[in-house]
């Protein structure tokens, strides 16, 4: 009998441990089409399945779900609005939603994850499709930039850098805000990704004072060098036996006494430990995406590399994300 009560109580425990994810699947649906601007006037379910030609039933469902939630409210006539708004993922036509992180979660993260069992069976990794998830990452690294903004602008003025590398630069998000504020500094962006390096260059195109690369940054030979280099939101995607060489190649982009700034989530740091870990375990799980570095080997590269780390400051404590700056010696 106690035996069976620690088993109910256990699966009692699960069940109510995964309430959060049936609101982050909720808000995820309801932006991927776009249901909560459908829903923004009070309009029955049949209409809106009708009018965005969607499976009634399902629709029917979500919204139910929604109501519990108090995501949706219903009235008397069965008509259907999106209430609470603040708190739900704005439009999908907009490049500041929260969406883009549930959109990212649920279709790059969590099906790597569930994955776990199968590849420590079969001792293989997974491979990250860069063409496939490029646009989505890319997105959600623009959300991070919004945060990280203020930091970076108070760096190229403190600094007082007028020649600005941002390698791997999305969207253009760093560099655009970046030459808006500083119409006299001269930026360049580095982007690997054709298709996402197009969408920055067309960001850019009336920005005298910023140029767009499309190029793998192994390859690229600056004819310049630099005040500030930023390399934000990349270290994932280098092989930590080849990190010490990145940051060396950077010390000699660099004017003497010039600054590299890095924007990554760091393991096992003060704030955000449950999510760096998380995205530690997806990032293991692909042949080409590395671990997220600890403090300490930031520290051991900064040294290898004749850097010296000058300041260690969280940006996004939930998730353990931090800027970093290092001294060119």
Same mark, same amino acid.
């Given at each position: 009998?106690?035996?069976?009560?620690?088993?109910?109580?256990?699966?009692?425990?699960?069940?109510?441990?995964? &309430?959060?994810? !049936?609101?982050?699947?909720?808000?995820?649906? $309801? *932006?991927?089409?776009? /249901?909560? #601007?459908? =829903?923004? @006037?009070?309009?029955?379910?049949?209409?809106?399945?009708?009018?965005?030609?969607?499976?009634?039933?399902?629709?029917?469902?979500?919204?139910?779900?929604?109501?519990?939630?108090?995501?949706?409210?219903?009235?008397?006539?069965?008509?259907?609005?999106?209430?609470?708004?603040?708190?739900?993922?704005?439009?999908?036509?907009?490049?500041?939603?929260?969406?883009?992180?549930?959109?990212?979660?649920?279709?790059?993260?969590?099906?790597?994850?569930?994955?776990?069992?199968?590849?420590?069976?079969?001792?293989?990794?997974?491979?990250?499709?860069?063409?496939?998830?490029?646009?989505?990452?890319?997105?959600?690294?623009?959300?991070?930039?919004?945060?990280?903004?203020?930091?970076?602008?108070?760096?190229?003025?403190?600094?007082?850098? &007028?020649?600005? !590398?941002?390698?791997?630069?999305?969207?253009? $998000? *760093?560099?655009?805000? /970046?030459? #808006?504020? =500083?119409? @006299?500094?001269?930026?360049?962006?580095?982007?690997?990704?054709?298709?996402?390096?197009?969408?920055?260059?067309?960001?850019?195109?009336?920005?005298?004072?910023?140029?767009?690369?499309?190029?793998?940054?192994?390859?690229?030979?600056?004819?310049?060098?630099?005040?500030?280099?930023?390399?934000?939101?990349?270290?994932?995607?280098?092989?930590?036996?080849?990190?010490?060489?990145?940051?060396?190649?950077?010390?000699?982009?660099?004017?003497?006494?010039?600054?590299?700034?890095?924007?990554?989530?760091?393991?096992?740091?003060?704030?955000?430990?449950?999510?760096?870990?998380?995205?530690?375990?997806?990032?293991?799980?692909?042949?080409?995406?590395?671990?997220?570095?600890?403090?300490?080997?930031?520290?051991?590269?900064?040294?290898?590399?004749?850097?010296?780390?000058?300041?260690?400051?969280?940006?996004?404590?939930?998730?353990?994300?931090?800027?970093?700056?290092?001294?060119?010696?």
């Amino acid at each position: 009998m106690i035996t069976d009560y620690v088993r109910l109580w256990k699966a009692r425990t699960w069940m109510k441990s995964n &309430e959060p994810f !049936l609101s982050s699947w909720h808000a995820y649906v $309801g *932006y991927e089409l776009d /249901l909560f #601007e459908e =829903f923004k @006037k009070p309009v029955t379910v049949q209409q809106v399945a009708v009018g965005r030609d969607l499976e009634q039933e399902l629709l029917s469902q979500w919204v139910d779900v929604g109501v519990v939630l108090k995501h949706l409210k219903k009235d008397s006539k069965e008509r259907v609005k999106t209430i609470r708004k603040w708190k739900l993922p704005m439009s999908k036509g907009s490049d500041v939603s929260s969406g883009v992180l549930l959109k990212e979660m649920m279709e790059l993260h969590i099906p790597s994850l569930i994955k776990y069992p199968e590849l420590m069976k079969t001792k293989k990794r997974q491979h990250f499709d860069a063409d496939h998830h490029g646009e989505t990452v890319a997105k959600t690294s623009s959300l991070l930039e919004k945060m990280a903004f203020p930091e970076v602008e108070k760096l190229v003025r403190k600094e007082e850098a &007028e020649q600005v !590398l941002d390698i791997g630069c999305g969207e253009a $998000g *760093y560099v655009m805000r /970046l030459g #808006e504020k =500083f119409p @006299k500094k001269n930026f360049t962006g580095i982007e690997i990704h054709e298709e996402v390096a197009k969408h920055a260059m067309e960001r850019v195109r009336d920005h005298s004072n910023i140029s767009i690369v499309n190029q793998d940054l192994y390859s690229f030979h600056p004819e310049k060098q630099y005040d500030l280099i930023m390399a934000n939101n990349i270290l994932h995607y280098i092989d930590p036996t080849t990190r010490t060489t990145l940051f060396s190649q950077i010390h000699e982009w660099l004017q003497e006494d010039g600054v590299l700034s890095v924007i990554t989530p760091i393991q096992r740091s003060k704030y955000g430990k449950q999510f760096s870990s998380a995205f530690n375990s997806f990032f293991t799980s692909f042949d080409n995406l590395y671990p997220i570095p600890s403090e300490q080997e930031l520290e051991d590269i900064a040294k290898a590399s004749n850097f010296t780390l000058e300041d260690s400051k969280p940006i996004v404590k939930e998730g353990g994300w931090y800027i970093v700056t290092f001294r060119k010696n």
